[in-house]
Structure formats: C-alpha cells, structure tokens
C-alpha cells in the first residue's frame, strides 16, 4: 500500500495566488481529514469527509479556504486568495471505518510558504 | 481554547533512562486518547492509544497512562533510544465522531 499521498511536498506561492493542495487516500478508508499545523497551534482540524461528504468543516479558517472530494480516492484543498498567515505545513489523514485504535494513516504534508 | 495540552514543549533525557511525556486535557467527552509520533518531514505515526475504561496500556517499551479524575495522561518511555528522538503529539476523541483533537506537541531528544 502506497499509504496516503499529498502533492505537492512544497509550495511557494505569492500572496493573493490560488493554491490547490492534493490528496489522494489510502483505498478503502472512508474517512479523509484535512490538518494544518503552526507552531502556534499545533494541528488543527480543518474538515473531514465521510464517503467524500463533508462533515464536519468547522475549522475552516476562513471563506478563503475550501475543500472538495469528488470520489474516494482524491481530494482537494484549496486557498484563494492566499496570505502569508496561511503559511503552515497540511497534512490529509485517512482512516477506515471500524479500524482499530481511531488510528488515522497521515501523509507526508505539504509544506505552504505564502509571501 | 485548547482543548488537549502539552505543556511542555521540549524534553532531553540521556539515552537508556524513562522518558515522560505528559498531557491534560479539558473536555469531559473525550473517550479515547493516542499519543503520534512524527519526524521531520514526515506525518504523524500512530504510537499507542487507551481507552478511557482503562487506566494504562503497555506496548513494548512504551506505556500510556490515564488518570481520568485530573484529566490527565502520560507517556513513558523506556529505554529510551536515540532513534526515539521526535515530536510527540497528544490526541483525544470522543463520542461517535472520529474526530482528534491533538496537542501541540512535545520535542523530544534523546542523548547517545
């Protein structure tokens, strides 16, 4: 299993820029998280999906911030317009349904620079 | 307001001693906690996890413990190794949902 893939693994952008971040799931979890991590706050939940329909988006930041999963194997999160405070490492996390230990399956997270 | 705290935000201990990691938490709801690991440039790891009928959970040289009437929990690891040297994060959930809510991490080093 090739676990959960994000791409790209960094991006720089200019404010103002649109930015799509990518995900693609392990097959078969039906659960797909979106996090960001800052160093002053540590990994946020942003959204979650359950058989790519969104459940839970309360830690969407802003209007700026949107997110889709069109089938169970991708998704997308996008930033437009971007500013540098959106700066932050993303990760996606998946999991299936009934796996032991709540244990999420993350992946390699794509590092944002916004300037 | 943070929900899970780790207080500490670095640790260095010499290698082959206990490491503790701790880790309160404020929502009553939380059911089940879990502690990751993550090296830089990686994503979080599942390390170990405990539910809240339990009080400690032992998996090799890692022990969770959970002391629910102080809405606290603590990681032990021992020996420690040097390959053991990464940010540990706290994470708790509750109710039918299956979202975690995690702390903001604990660097910790270990010493050759």
């Known amino acids: 299993d090739a676990g959960v893939i994000q791409s790209p693994r960094h991006e720089v952008t200019e404010m103002g820029q649109e930015v799509t971040l990518r995900c693609k799931p392990i097959s078969g979890h039906d659960y797909l998280f979106w996090y960001r991590q800052t160093m002053m706050r540590g990994l946020e939940l942003l959204i979650y999906?359950?058989?790519?329909?969104?459940?839970?988006d309360s830690g969407m930041p802003e209007d700026r911030f949107s997110a889709k999963m069109p089938n169970a194997s991708f998704s997308t999160l996008k930033i437009q317009p971007s500013e540098p405070r959106d700066s932050a490492v993303y990760f996606c996390?998946?999991?299936?349904?009934?796996?032991?230990?709540?244990?999420?399956?993350f992946g390699s997270g794509t590092r944002l620079t916004v300037v | 307001d943070q929900q899970v705290k780790q207080n500490s935000p670095s640790l260095s201990v010499q290698e082959g001693r206990i490491s503790i990691l701790n880790c309160d938490y404020t929502?009553?709801?939380?059911?089940?906690f879990l502690w990751y690991k993550k090296y830089p440039a990686e994503g979080p790891t599942f390390l170990i996890s405990?539910?809240?009928?339990?009080d400690k959970n032992e998996d090799g040289r890692f022990t969770v413990f959970l002391n629910k009437s102080a809405k606290h929990l603590s990681l032990h690891i021992v020996p420690s190794q040097p390959g053991d040297s990464a940010v540990y994060f706290c994470a708790a959930s509750g109710g039918s949902n299956y979202k975690l809510t995690f702390g903001k991490g604990t660097l910790l080093t270990v010493n050759p």
């Open positions: 996390a998946s999991r299936r349904q009934g796996a032991a230990n709540y244990g999420y399956t």
């Open positions: 999906f359950n058989n790519n329909v969104p459940i839970d």
């Open positions: 405990i539910s809240s009928i339990k």
């Open positions: 929502n009553s709801m939380f059911d089940y």
